[in-house]
């Protein structure tokens, strides 16, 4: 699998909008909270392309990832991979890279919808259950220790 992360411009925003919300809506409609406005509205007033990468596979942009740092954590942030490419272990790869760049001190926090099958990928590499809401389920990786 030839893939790499490249830095992302605002002219990616619209593109990861509408890649947020073909994502999301399966898991949004299941929790009857799915508008096609918001959920793009939502991902650009957030968007931060100083803070997000692009994945490409074989030279194409399948998907989008984002790390906020905020002084007690760092926090992993649109994780959209286009559902052509998801379950081939592109996430596993992305995730494992992240976590490796970062202060191994400092743990990641993430938040995951309710029923997602995205959490068990956060699971199988660390993540465990912080908190969580009829929506929302947040997750931390403890840092580890030196």
Do not use: C
């Amino acid at each position: 699998m030839d893939w790499k992360l490249r830095s992302s411009t605002k002219s990616d925003a619209a593109r990861m909008a509408d890649l947020r919300a073909v994502v999301m809506r399966p898991d949004l409609e299941r929790l009857d909270r799915f508008d096609p406005i918001w959920v793009r509205e939502r991902f650009l007033r957030s968007f931060v392309p100083e803070n997000t990468w692009v994945i490409v596979l074989d030279g194409r942009d399948v998907g989008s990832v984002a790390v906020r740092a905020e002084a007690d954590s760092s926090w992993i942030e649109h994780f959209y991979l286009d559902p052509k490419v998801q379950g081939q272990g592109l996430g596993s790869a992305v995730l494992t890279q992240l976590l490796g760049t970062k202060d191994e001190g400092m743990p990641f926090r993430l938040n995951v919808l309710q029923g997602s099958a995205a959490r068990r990928l956060y699971e199988r590499h660390g993540f465990v259950l912080e908190s969580e809401d009829a929506v929302d389920v947040f997750m931390l990786r403890p840092g580890v220790s030196s």
